[in-house]
């Protein structure tokens, strides 16, 4: 099964928190803090490998999380950041953010990379806050959330050549006879409904990547048949091989038919050069055979008279086709990058505030329930200073707004105080 696109889940590694600590040394008064750092969280990244063709893999997984980093520890001692998480995708991949639908990567060549989601930043401990006006420090710093998005990984295909042709024209086994790929082959319509790649060796031992597409027919460029959704894999090819089966009623019209699918679907598709080439030949008598190549012949000057079956000058043919590999180079095909704000933008300071019944309000955001993690409410230096945030963040004023009275229960997390003017 060729799967070329695929919806992901990706979330990078939450920082951890800072921590209050204190020095306890023997003999040694006053040691002052030694709260440690807690260690960032795990990026998450993108990389591109030839080691695998489709996006079937993700199938089977689509929910992706980075490691989150450890909180500080005593002696200020930091807090071992989160590993990073790399996702391997095909080369020829498209990433788009699932929110806005931007394209924010396309991966052309193998080890490309590309990361999609920043950890968090660790929480600094109290050491960090020491000052000489404040040298014991109560508070420490939670570690930043991750980020999550959702990403839509679309393939395009990359081949050198590209073989196009009609249902049942012989183009998987033109690409077996050819390479060491093993499509499935039958004497029916539609035997191939998923795009193949055959590596075919030259002399010179290089190589190139032949592609079987799917058989198309009339409408598909409006997703008729098989449709747009394989059409589009032979875009970034260098050239086409259009393969055309002289056994059927009308080839000359099926070859038209084709060309006029792809010029609906991109004028940039259609004026891809294209190699003709008749094949079946063992079936059909000379005579048909020099009729057909002389009607050809006004499409293109390049038009062979081939066998895939019993591969009757198949040898001169892809000697031919590697000729051209060599002299067309690949198409540049743009593909409009956006910048991605999302990878790095874990900013959660927005919040709510509900009334759950009568005397009672709960406050709710990321950013105030991280601070409200860090803070305890036997301590009142911690305690004034999470007050201070709350008011600089506006959550009084909102309070206000929600009609708080004085006497009211507020709860942000774990705490819980009575309002007061």
Request: glycine share 10%; hydrophobic share 35%.
């Amino acid at each position: 099964m060729f799967l070329d696109k695929a919806k992901i889940k990706i979330q990078s590694g939450k920082g951890g928190n800072g921590i209050v600590a204190w020095r306890r040394e023997k003999y040694v008064d006053k040691g002052g803090p030694a709260g440690g750092n807690g260690g960032s969280g795990g990026n998450v990244y993108l990389i591109a490998t030839e080691d695998i063709s489709t996006l079937m893999d993700f199938q089977y997984q689509s929910v992706f999380k980075a490691e989150n980093g450890e909180n500080g520890y005593i002696k200020t001692q930091h807090g071992k950041c989160g590993k990073d998480l790399y996702i391997k995708v095909p080369v020829g991949t498209i990433v788009k953010d699932g929110s806005s639908g931007k394209i924010i990567a396309d991966f052309n060549e193998a080890g490309q990379c590309f990361m999609a989601a920043k950890g968090g930043r660790g929480g600094r401990g109290n050491a960090c806050f020491a000052t000489a006006q404040k040298r014991a420090p109560q508070f420490c710093e939670p570690g930043e959330n991750g980020i999550e998005r959702t990403l839509e990984l679309e393939l395009k295909l990359i081949a050198d050549v590209g073989l196009l042709g009609m249902p049942n024209a012989g183009k998987s086994t033109l690409i077996s006879a050819v390479s060491s790929a093993k499509p499935k082959i039958a004497d029916y319509p539609f035997t191939t409904i998923t795009p193949h790649l055959g590596v075919v060796k030259k002399d010179n031992g290089d190589a190139f990547v032949l592609a079987d597409i799917p058989g198309l027919i009339e409408g598909a460029s409006e997703g008729i048949g098989l449709g747009h959704e394989f059409l589009r894999h032979v875009e970034r090819c260098r050239f086409l091989i259009h393969l055309v089966d002289l056994t059927m009623d009308n080839p000359v019209r099926n070859y038209t038919l084709i060309n006029n699918e792809l010029k609906k679907h991109s004028m940039q598709l259609a004026s891809v050069y294209q190699v003709i080439a008749l094949n079946k030949i063992d079936a059909v008598d000379e005579q048909t055979r020099r009729c057909y190549l002389e009607e050809f012949k006004k499409f293109s000057d390049d038009v062979f008279l081939i066998s895939a079956a019993t591969q009757e000058n198949l040898k001169e043919f892809m000697y031919f086709v590697a000729k051209k590999v060599e002299e067309i180079p690949k198409p540049v095909i743009e593909v409009e990058v956006e910048e991605d704000d999302g990878a790095t933008d874990n900013d959660d300071s927005s919040y709510n505030v509900y009334k759950v019944d009568k005397h009672t309000f709960v406050v709710e955001g990321g950013k105030i329930f991280r601070l409200a993690n860090v803070t305890d409410g036997r301590n009142t230096e911690q305690l004034y200073r999470f007050q201070n945030i709350l008011k600089s963040m506006g959550v009084f004023d909102a309070l206000k707004a929600a009609g708080v009275q004085e006497g009211d229960i507020v709860k942000i997390g774990h705490l819980e105080f009575d309002y007061l003017f």
